[in-house]
């Protein structure tokens, strides 16, 4: 089976898993506008309202582009106009809507309101966030295609390393090397705070410096519109250099983390970053589908604890409450791994490890790897030298 194949039977599951939650939750219809949700829903981008009934078939009512291959296309100029599209269609207009509540505007929300005259609306965006938090068998190999190259990557980090490089230096070479790999250049995150490029690369004392995004470690970046990741100061002996740049070779992205140091580098260092380690492999030892993402956090803290280690948790001036998160279409999916979560493992989720620490004057380590549960366990997707890399 090609690809093309492939695509239009997963596209068949996934809108059925969506009807299925409407059918359950006696909803009539649904609009998904956004990117991502018109991507998972379609296999592509358009501007415009992807339509799905409960029971039948979709409707694609676009904006642009024009000479969209889609069956059921109708092309619109405003939402307005879906109303009086439905009925030539042979539609009637539903009663009840999911909208993306969420992440568009009140302006456009309101507007899809008013077209439908509804009874009931509800928010789409929670439910298709778990809905993809889920992957088919499509998405979990599309996940090992991105990992291999993410792999690929990594290993070629030490040959553009040269010394009395800054950060930022160092980051443009491996952006190069992720370009030339076929990384799609953007990192697609959910949420109004969390604006990055292509990842994010801290380095010695940086690593310490907080930020307001909510990724789980900061940086002061090199302005204040971004203050997160490199700052443009020169790597100097014993930093470390701590790389997580994103795995987005296709649409369903891995999260993968690895640590490298100038030379030697603090004890301390390596001590905590044993205990990362030593973090994932307990992780994958205990991790399937029932154990909730709380027991892992705790485990996870209770290792660091035992090590003396929490002063630099997660970081030290800022500190993360979460050691991982969902990994798909966007890098920060359902399950988010935190102390009070209520959330369970299930098969088929995607979800990245990153138990990470800063230790002062030196930089932040620690390794973040990408793993799928299984039906009894967890399987690693990120396979590469775990060990901080000496430069």
């Known amino acids: 089976m090609n690809y093309e194949e492939a695509l239009t039977k997963d596209l068949e599951i996934r809108r059925r898993r969506l009807q299925q939650a409407m059918q359950d939750m006696n909803i009539e219809g649904c609009v998904l506008s956004t990117a991502v949700n018109v991507f998972y829903m379609t296999g592509l981008v358009y501007n415009g309202y992807f339509y799905l009934p409960a029971e039948g078939k979709p409707i694609h009512f676009v904006k642009r582009p024009e000479g969209i291959s889609l069956e059921n296309t109708v092309y619109i100029r405003k939402p307005e106009q879906i109303a009086d599209e439905l009925p030539n269609l042979n539609r009637s207009l539903p009663k009840s809507l999911l909208i993306e509540t969420d992440v568009i505007s009140f302006g456009e929300c309101a507007r899809l309101l008013n077209t439908f005259s509804l009874d009931e609306a509800a928010n789409a965006s929670t439910l298709m966030r778990k809905i993809r938090s889920i992957k088919t068998a499509f998405e979990v190999e599309q996940a090992r295609v991105c990992a291999r190259r993410h792999e690929t990557v990594y290993k070629l980090i030490p040959s553009v390393y040269r010394n009395g490089m800054t950060d930022i230096e160092l980051q443009i070479e491996i952006e190069r090397l992720m370009r030339l ?10 949420g109004e705070n969390m604006d990055i490029y292509m990842g994010s690369l801290l380095v010695g004392e940086n690593a310490e410096a907080p930020s307001p ?6 940086g002061a970046g090199t302005n204040p519109i971004l203050p997160l990741g490199a700052s443009g100061e020169k790597i100097k002996k014993g930093d470390t250099i701590m790389v997580d740049m994103a795995g987005n070779y296709t ?42 993402c709380a027991e892992i956090y705790n485990l996870s803290m209770d290792m660091v604890v035992k090590n003396n280690l929490e002063q630099y948790f997660m970081g030290t001036k ?20 935190t102390p009070r979560s209520k959330e369970l493992l299930e098969p088929n989720i995607v979800f990245a490890l990153e138990p990470k620490f800063v230790i002062p004057e030196v930089g932040a380590v620690g390794i973040e790897n990408t ?16 060990a901080i890399i000496e430069l």
């Open 371 to 386: 793993y799928l549960v299984t039906e009894s366990g967890v399987e690693k997707l990120t396979i590469l030298e775990e």
């Open 213 to 218: 995004f909510d990724f789980a470690l900061g």
């Open 251 to 292: 649409p369903w992205m891995t999260d993968m983390t690895r640590v490298f140091s100038a030379g030697k580098t603090l004890e301390l260092a390596y001590r905590a970053h044993q205990v990362s380690i030593d973090i994932n492999n307990r992780v994958m030892d205990m991790a399937k589908p029932g154990v909730s």
């Open 318 to 337: 800022q500190q993360a409450k979460f050691v991982g998160h969902g990994v798909g279409l966007e890098i920060n999916e359902p399950p988010v791994l």
């Open 181 to 190: 790999h076929g990384s799609l250049g953007i990192f697609r995150s959910y």
